[in-house]
């Protein structure tokens, strides 16, 4: 499950069509990849531009500052170097015509949560790529599996 919350001021991400393309743009990545679509979860976070500080000030209302806290419990690769920068390079295409192509500011950072502490609806996640996650993405829900040899 890649979880995606999105910190931005009022102002930004306006519309239900703004979220919904974005949020689009980020499901599309990762079911490309092979990732049930329901993994991804895309919370935007609406803030008064009082409550963002950078550098101790508020960003200006013209350019204002958007957060992207990334979190990946389904596929790691932080300790392939060559996949790393390549995932990175990718996720800050996929938000460029979100963010800096309409002159917002922004950070962007990917932590990775053990898959072993992740359960959804109670149940562990298969394997990667397993006959059983290939299952979840055709149903697009955690059902109940059991190890397949």
Same mark, same amino acid.
């Given at each position: ?8 001021p ?41 409550? =963002? ?5 508020? /960003? ?8 992207? #806290?990334?979190?990946?419990? %389904? !596929? ?19 938000i ?23 359960? =959804? ?5 298969? /394997? ?8 979840? #993405?055709?149903?697009?829900? %955690? !059902? ?6």
């Amino acid at each position: 499950m890649p979880l995606w919350l999105i910190f931005h001021p009022e102002g930004t991400f306006k519309t239900p069509e703004d979220k919904q393309a974005l949020a689009t743009d980020i499901t599309s990545l990762y079911t490309g990849g092979g990732l049930p679509a329901f993994y991804v979860v895309i919370q935007f976070i609406t803030q008064s531009p009082s409550s =963002i500080f950078v550098g101790g000030k508020n /960003p200006p209302i013209d350019k204002p500052f958007i957060r992207f #806290a990334v979190d990946h419990l %389904a !596929v790691h690769f932080s300790k392939d170097e060559e996949r790393r920068l390549r995932v990175m390079n990718r996720l800050e295409e996929l938000i460029k015509p979100h963010v800096a192509d309409k002159g917002y500011d922004w950070e962007l950072s990917v932590d990775e949560t053990p898959r072993e502490l992740w359960h =959804i609806n109670g149940i562990a996640p298969p /394997p990667w790529q397993s006959e059983a996650e290939k299952m979840w #993405a055709r149903e697009n829900r %955690a !059902v109940e599996w059991k190890e397949m040899a």
